[in-house]
């Protein structure tokens, strides 16, 4: 029986300097939530960190269609390690961090160019997680066929 482990762990984010990396809390995102992905009978688990706003708008709390699309993401783990992927509508890009830590080879996460405070969120949560990924403006109908020749991509609750 497979588990994954999401939304117990939200605590107030007292102050940048009480995580282990320097962030950049913007005084809205007040919760930074820990979501583990663990098989059971395994010692194999995967902790994603998120910077979260409950009262914020769209992109600023994570949707219940990106903890779905986790969940996904961590029973197919073994399809994600080596690929290049894009997160469309990352919000708080918690399936793409995910993808990240599974091993994919390159991720960007994508958010409006006109919703500067997700996309600063994006960047704070890479930062905290320690991966590599590139946060980039899209927006729709913006497409470079680099990004369209993506073997992976993804999308949770989009509107």
Not at 24 to 49: P, R, W
Request: a negative charge.
């Amino acid at each position: 029986m497979a588990s994954a482990e999401d939304d117990d762990d939200c605590v107030a984010a007292q102050s940048p300097a009480s995580e282990p990396t320097s962030i950049d809390v913007n005084a809205t995102l007040s919760q930074v939530c820990e979501h583990i992905y663990f098989d059971e009978g395994s010692s194999e688990s995967v902790s994603v960190k998120t910077l979260e706003d409950i009262g914020g708008r769209y992109g600023l709390y994570t949707w219940p269609g990106a903890h779905v699309l986790a969940w996904y993401i961590w029973h197919h783990r073994l399809e994600i390690r080596g690929k290049n992927v894009v997160e469309i509508g990352a919000g708080t890009a918690l399936p793409g961090i995910l993808a990240a830590k599974l091993g994919a080879d390159m991720v960007y996460l994508t958010d409006r160019s006109d919703a500067d405070r997700v996309l600063s969120n994006c960047e704070n949560a890479v930062r905290m997680n320690d991966i590599a990924a590139e946060v980039i403006p899209l927006d729709w109908g913006v497409f470079t066929p680099a990004m369209l020749s993506l073997p992976v991509r993804i999308v949770g609750d989009l509107i």
